[in-house]
């Protein structure tokens, strides 16, 4: 079973940024795929990015130039967010496929506000 820990959520400024990390723990098989999703008060979650273990890297279009997802490790997964906005507020998931399995971590509120 993989566990997954977030962190780096917090509250900035409009026009601010931050830098999401997720530690997976447990065996993750090859090929796999690890993600950021976000859940807004009153709102279903959605996708922000998602990153294969070969390195290909996919969007939703609200945080297209402004986010970029990376992985250093199998294990380690980022989200660095730029010019961030009011409406990116949000509690914020790392989550991984692997082997036909889909894990989540427990979330890490993002708060945009002056």
């Known amino acids: 079973q993989v566990q997954l820990v977030e962190s780096g959520g917090g509250l900035v400024q409009p026009g601010g940024s931050l830098r999401l990390s997720c530690a997976a723990s447990?065996?993750?098989?090859?090929?796999?795929?690890m993600g950021w999703y976000r859940q807004a008060p009153g709102k279903q979650r959605e996708l922000v990015a998602t990153i294969t273990s070969g390195g290909s890297t996919n969007y939703a279009d609200s945080g297209k130039g402004r986010f970029t997802i990376s992985r250093d490790t199998a294990h380690m997964v980022y989200l660095q967010m730029n010019s961030l906005k009011p409406e990116d507020t949000a509690v914020y998931y790392c989550n991984v496929r692997s082997g036909g399995i889909t894990s989540w971590g427990q979330g890490t509120q993002v708060t945009v506000s002056s």
């Open positions: 447990g065996r993750l098989s090859t090929p796999n795929t």
